[in-house]
C-alpha cells in the first residue's frame, strides 16, 4: 500500500511539474495558448489558427536595449548604418549609452525609437523572434479576465481613450502597464509594437508587376475588405503599421520578442 501510494504521489508530481514548466517558462516570458480568431485582414474572414506560443512579459527596457548595444557595437546609435535605421535612432539617449541621469529617469522605461532591425536583432540575440502581427493581434485580444474581449465594450474603449491621448514626455515604466489574461503587461496603453510581418497587409502579389495587389486595402476602401467595420482600434493598429519602413525608428513604437518554445 505504501509502495503504490509513493508512485501516485511521484506520478502526481510529474504532471505538476511538467504543466508548471509549461505554463511558466521563464519569469519574463508568458504562455499563450493557441487558438483561433478573425484577423480585421485575412482571407474571406476565416479564422486563423494560432498555435501555442511565448510571448515577454513587459516590452523591452531601454535598460536591456543599452546591454544589447554595449555587446553589439554595430547597433550603437554612432555607428548604425543608415539604412538600417534613420536619423531619429535612439534620439532620447544623448550618446551610445545613457547617461547617470538618463538611466535613472529611463532604465526601466519601454524603448522607443528603435528600427524593426535593431529589435529583430535584439530579440534574435535572445534565442527569440519579433512576434508575428498575427500573434501580437491575438495576444492583445486578451483583458485582464478575458482571453478574448473583443466583444467588451470597455475594454474597447479603453484602447480608444489612450489611442486619443498625446504621447507622454516621458513613457511610464513597463510595469505599469495592465497585465492581460496572459499575464503580458502593457499590450494596450504603453506604446505601440514591432511586429515580425509588421507591413505584410498591404503587401501582396509581386511588387514589380502588382498583378496580385488588392487595392481595395488602400485608402477609404480599407473597410470594404475589413472582417469587422465597426472596429475602429485594429483599423489604426494596421494603419500605423502599414505607415511604416523597417529602417524607421518612432517615439512611442518599441518592441517585445516571442518565442515558440520556453527561452530562459
Known amino acids: 500500500m505504501l509502495r503504490i501510494t509513493f508512485i501516485c504521489i511521484l506520478i502526481l508530481t510529474t504532471f505538476h511539474l511538467r504543466l508548471f514548466a509549461q505554463v511558466n517558462p521563464s519569469p519574463d516570458m508568458v504562455f499563450v495558448g493557441g487558438g483561433t480568431f478573425v484577423p480585421l485582414y485575412g482571407s474571406d474572414s476565416v479564422p486563423v489558427k494560432v498555435e501555442d506560443f511565448y510571448l515577454d512579459a513587459f516590452p523591452v527596457t531601454n535598460a536591456q536595449f543599452e546591454a544589447f548595444v554595449k555587446e553589439n557595437p554595430v547597433w550603437k546609435k554612432s555607428q548604425v548604418k543608415r539604412v538600417f535605421a534613420n536619423e531619429s535612432y535612439l534620439k532620447h539617449w544623448s550618446s551610445d549609452t545613457?547617461?547617470?541621469?538618463?538611466?535613472?529617469?529611463?532604465?526601466?522605461?519601454?524603448?522607443?525609437?528603435?528600427?524593426?532591425?535593431?529589435?529583430?536583432?535584439?530579440?534574435?540575440?535572445?534565442?527569440?523572434?519579433?512576434?508575428?502581427?498575427?500573434?501580437?493581434?491575438?495576444?492583445?485580444?486578451?483583458s485582464e479576465t478575458k482571453a478574448n474581449a473583443a466583444r467588451d465594450k470597455e475594454f474597447y474603449q479603453r484602447i480608444l481613450d489612450w489611442y486619443s491621448k498625446p504621447n507622454p514626455k516621458v513613457l511610464p515604466p513597463v510595469t505599469?502597464?495592465?497585465?492581460?489574461?496572459?499575464?503580458?503587461?502593457?499590450?494596450?496603453?504603453?506604446?505601440?509594437?514591432?511586429?515580425?510581418?509588421?507591413?505584410?497587409?498591404?503587401?501582396?502579389?509581386?511588387?514589380?508587376?502588382?498583378?496580385?495587389?488588392?487595392?481595395?486595402?488602400?485608402?477609404?476602401?480599407?473597410?470594404?475588405?475589413?472582417?469587422?467595420?465597426?472596429?475602429?482600434?485594429?483599423?489604426?493598429?494596421?494603419?500605423f503599421r502599414s505607415s511604416l519602413k523597417a529602417k524607421y525608428s518612432v517615439s512611442n513604437l518599441g518592441f517585445r520578442c516571442a518565442s515558440g518554445v520556453p527561452v530562459n
Open 98 to 142: 545613457l547617461s547617470e541621469k538618463e538611466r535613472e529617469m529611463l532604465d526601466d522605461r519601454p524603448v522607443v525609437n528603435v528600427s524593426w532591425f535593431a529589435a529583430k536583432a535584439y530579440c534574435e540575440c535572445q534565442g527569440k523572434s519579433l512576434p508575428s502581427t498575427t500573434e501580437w493581434e491575438y495576444a492583445a485580444l486578451a
Open 176 to 239: 505599469d502597464g495592465f497585465k492581460n489574461y496572459y499575464g503580458a503587461h502593457g499590450m494596450i496603453g504603453l506604446i505601440w509594437e514591432w511586429t515580425s510581418d509588421f507591413n505584410s497587409a498591404l503587401l501582396q502579389g509581386e511588387s514589380r508587376a502588382n498583378e496580385d495587389l488588392d487595392r481595395q486595402l488602400f485608402c477609404g476602401a480599407g473597410s470594404s475588405g475589413s472582417s469587422d467595420v465597426s472596429n475602429y482600434v485594429a483599423y489604426m493598429r494596421y494603419a
